[in-house]
T-cell receptor
Framework: EAQVTQNPRYLITVTGKKLTVTCSQN?????MSWYRQDPGLGLRQIYY???????DKGDVPEGYKVSRKEKRNFPLILESPSPNQTSLYFC???????????FGEGSRLTVL | KQEVTQIPAALSVPEGENLVLNCSFT??????LQWFRQDPGKGLTSLLL?????REQTSGRLNASLDKSSGRSTLYIAASQPGDSATYLC????????FGKGTRLHILP
């Protein structure tokens, strides 16, 4: 089954404790991206990757890092999480920069 | 900078009615526009993708149109059902992907 898989789905952590949210897709997609969704602000793009070893900033990249060492994986790294990074995070992928976008189920992160 | 607006923010209609959801964008230089559905606490499900060269796409009871020159897209839902209740989001794609804030749709049984 074609899917985008995120882990963990739920996480509660404390300020400053590094964490990684993994994202994996099994559709051989070139394009992958991360979003955060906040009430009243909607979905905002954090980072995106057009292909392996190619990443670019979205609209809200501050406080986040990403890497794209393999085509199928695109982890989101929070080096020193802060409470304002409490949010619902989504990973998505598509076959190209103009292809249909497929989303993971989301990861709800709480930073205390 | 691209901005995407969805009006209304919320909509309630009786079951069986046809309805139209609106999406407008400020920069017409887009690759495509995609409509999604999101149920509470869930991920986004793709409904329809319209490439910049297309005028409309249809899937079952759903029809999406795109008018790039005026910066507008509509999602038409025919014969609405209670199961259609959800938040509907549009997203435009140029070098980045910009989402509207969505229309929360409630179909009244």
């Amino acid at each position: 089954e074609a899917q985008v898989t995120q882990n963990p789905r739920y996480l509660i952590t404390v300020t400053g404790k590094k964490l990684t949210v993994t994202c994996s897709q099994n559709m051989n997609h070139e394009y992958m991206s991360w979003y955060r969704q906040d009430p009243g602000l909607g979905l905002r793009q954090i980072y995106y990757s057009m292909n392996v070893e190619v990443t670019d900033k979205g609209d809200v990249p501050e406080g986040y890092k990403v890497s794209r060492k393999e085509k199928r994986n695109f982890p989101l790294i929070l080096e020193s999480p802060s409470p304002n990074q409490t949010s619902l995070y989504f990973c998505a992928s598509s076959s190209s920069g103009a292809g249909e976008l497929f989303f993971g189920e989301g990861s709800r992160l709480t930073v205390l | 900078k691209q901005e995407v607006t969805q009006i209304p923010a919320a909509l309630s209609v009786p079951e069986g009615e046809n309805l139209v959801l609106n999406c407008s964008f400020t920069d017409s230089a887009i690759y495509n526009l995609q409509w999604f559905r999101q149920d509470p606490g869930k991920g986004l499900t793709s409904l329809l993708l319209i490439q910049s060269s297309q005028r409309e796409q249809t899937s079952g009871r759903l029809n999406a149109s795109l008018d790039k020159s005026s910066g507008r897209s509509t999602l038409y839902i025919a014969a609405s059902q209670p199961g259609d209740s959800a938040t509907y989001l549009c997203a435009v794609r140029d070098d980045k992907i910009i989402f509207g804030k969505g229309t929360r749709l409630h179909i009244l049984p």
